[in-house]
């Protein structure tokens, strides 16, 4: 069995950070959980936020925990987790954001909890705040707060995520113990697509899992910002490095759905897929205008290809006429199917 240096590496991208790393590094380095390594990755930002890392590094008890790897240029946030998953030398990794906060206890239970059942990877419960105000938000999409619940066996985690067309799994990758032998025996990769970097790689380790472990025990703070990435695209509408990256994410996620067609839960992933290319569909065609034109139409249609066949979505056990309709869609002209997805852009419920 290979030998680690340290039980656990916590990684953490860090570009333009200046604001809130201190609080997020303090938050690390009084874990009460000790064997461990903080991995930050210079992705090459415009302000202080390495100088403040060192800083700490230099005079914060523990601060030798901290390593730092530089990037050359910056590569965005999935190549700094690749670096990550390159340079950890934890028997088990574990992903941050930079403006994030962890419990002090959080590694200690989750390390326990991979420790006794023998897991691939542990799942904690995380609160949703306000960055300013440290008020409590509302759990999006319903998650925040998982079961104490052990899914061992193929698929397990793959079906619990699938039960439905509703969200039962976080799509971001951070607040999950991730044994490193697991994440390197599977190859698993981060791939450069913006704000959808998180849902791809989970679309594909997912259906890997035969070991995980879900938790009740909140052990992450995720902060919402008014300047993050996802706040400025729901308020502005898609800029068109977001249109492309949306559109080069539902290829992803259709080449990896089309992977699991043998699966019991291939009809639910493919609603999945389908659900969220329409709304991306109408997203881009409702804010073409701002994008001058620079998606065509025949784009947009391409969105929404489906990944099983006709004959496939015939045989599906759930959600056949939903997807009849997605499919539907996919084979109309482009022309047709703009007008249809721009009517359907300007309907109340759809904005």
Known sequence: ???????????????????????????????????????????????????????????????????????????????????IL????????????????????????LYNKAETTDAETVWGSFVNKEFETERVLPAINGLGKYPDLELFGEDQLALYGCQDIKEHLQQSIWNILYRSDFLHKNN????????????????????????????????????????????VVNRKGFRIEEAINAIEAIDCHRRICKSLAEKEYFDCRSTKVMKEAFYIAVGIIKHRDEMNGQVSNKQVKGIMKHPATLLQIIQFHHYRMLNLFFYLLSVLPSCVFVRIIGLMAHRKQLM
């Open 1 to 83: 069995m290979k030998e680690y240096p340290c039980s656990v590496t916590i990684g953490i991208p860090v570009y333009n950070a200046e604001k809130y790393v201190e609080r997020c590094l303090i938050s690390v380095l009084n874990q009460t959980f000790t064997d461990l390594e903080i991995l930050l990755v210079d992705d090459c930002g415009t302000d202080n936020s390495i100088l403040r890392a060192e800083a700490l590094a230099k005079t914060y008890a523990n601060g030798n925990k901290i390593r730092i790897c530089h990037h050359d240029r910056n590569r965005g946030v999935a190549e700094a987790r690749n670096t």
């Open 86 to 109: 390159d340079e950890a030398k934890g028997k088990y990794i574990y992903f941050m954001d930079s403006d994030d906060c962890i419990s002090e206890d959080a590694i200690e239970k």
């Open 188 to 231: 698993l990769r981060f791939e450069q697509h913006g704000s959808f970097d998180d849902g791809i790689f989970q679309a594909a380790m997912q259906p890997l899992v035969k070991r995980a472990v879900l938790m009740s025990a909140c052990t992450y703070y995720y902060y919402h910002r008014p300047d993050s990435l996802t706040h």
